[in-house]
């Protein structure tokens, strides 16, 4: 039963995702114990339907929408253990929405196969292993932003009523998103470095719209370092350069396999 997996990390995402919006502006707050279980749970599960799901008998299934799971799984992951040490009742609704959805594709939509054999080539491998940790660490920055500028928000409103009582401080949640730009920056650069001897076109758009993503996320991080850059201009650049990564990252093959796939 290859959807028994993917089916109950969905229900358990459901249940994070619900348990946190029902009581999101409840004056007691959200039942974070059985949030974090369920949001445990499906972590679990969705790992585990990612390895029956990528490793083949005959290589490893790069499918987009695996790819994308793949993605959706190392966010969550990463934003429910750093939520462990800085408030994100925010962001966990949005990161395991964004899983459960996926998820459900992956049940209603037949699973393309776009076969890859990464054990025989393991400059390959580090490759992707590096883009794919810097495009996660850039997208939690850019979710780190978005949250940065909610709370900003509100002090200036003077409303530290429901939700705003379950949010870090603002500092604290502006330090963070800083240094995920950091080391994001620096990771999305050697992943770009690793990949060169890979290329087969110096000018294809994935690595022309990787490239000036490195260049808006590079400047941020100079602007903020050297000139104070935050608020506004932050979350624009950020925004902008998680855009552009996006596009280089699946934009082609979403053309590929889905718009030429059915047409």
Known sequence: MPWLLPALALTAYTVATVTLLWRLFHPAGPNFKLTFSAGTAAVVLH???????????????FSLLNVSSLVCWLLTLSVTLTSLRSPAVLLLPLVYGCAALILLASLLFPVSVQLQHLEQNAGLLVHIAIAFTA??????????????????YKLK???FS?????????????????????????????ALLSGIPFMTDWIDHKSLLSLLALVLFGALSWG????????????????????????????????????????
Do not use: C
């Not at 997208?139 to 909610?150: D, G, P």
């Not at 998680?242 to 889905?258: H, P």
């Open 162 to 190: 429901g939700v705003s009582r379950f949010l870090p401080p603002l500092l604290q949640a502006e330090n963070l998103q800083f240094r995920l730009l950091a080391a994001g920056t620096l990771l999305l650069a050697l």
């Open 224 to 263: 903020h370092a050297r000139l104070g850059w935050r608020g506004k201009t932050a979350i624009t650049l950020t925004i902008s350069g998680s855009v552009l990564l996006t596009l280089a990252y699946f934009g082609s093959r979403f053309v590929k396999e889905v718009l030429l796939g059915r047409f």
């Open 47 to 61: 790992m585990l339907a990612l390895v029956d799901s990528i490793f083949t008998g005959q290589g490893q299934n």
């Open 135 to 152: 495009y996660v660490v850039l997208i939690m920055a850019t979710l780190y932003s978005i949250q940065v500028s909610y709370i900003s």
């Open 157 to 159: 409103q003077k409303n």
